[in-house]
Nanobody, 121 residues
């Protein structure tokens, strides 16, 4: 079994910064892509950012230039540095990982429980 545990959410004022972390644990051979998504009530899930094991990144248009995704492959952990936060960034942020439990296993998509980010004065 594989679990993702997110941390780092909270309340921040507009213009402030937060850093989210997501650590994967369990039976893991390798992790391909890791990413962050957000989904406000009544809205579709939105890609925030993703990163491959080789370090290639992809960002949602609304966060480009403000957010930075990184990962520590040795720790199976992905980070999201969020700067210049805006009220519209308020959301539950979910971590996602594409995991192989064995070298021959198919990719398993795993989701975390989510961490709430609130941007408000």
């Amino acid at each position: 079994q594989v679990q993702l545990v997110e941390s780092g959410g909270g309340l921040v004022q507009p213009g402030g910064s937060l850093r989210l972390s997501c650590a994967a644990s369990g039976s893991i051979f390798s992790i391909d892509r890791m990413g962050w998504y957000r989904q406000a009530p009544g809205k579709q899930r939105e890609l925030v950012a993703s990163i491959t094991s080789g370090g290639n990144t992809n960002y949602g248009d609304s966060v480009k230039g403000r957010f930075t995704i990184s990962r520590d492959n040795a720790k199976n952990t992905v980070y999201l540095q969020m700067n210049t936060l805006k009220p519209e960034d308020t959301d539950v942020y979910h971590c996602n990982a594409e995991v192989r439990r064995r070298w021959y296993s198919p990719v398993l998509e795993v989701w975390g429980q989510g961490t709430l980010v609130t941007v408000s004065s």
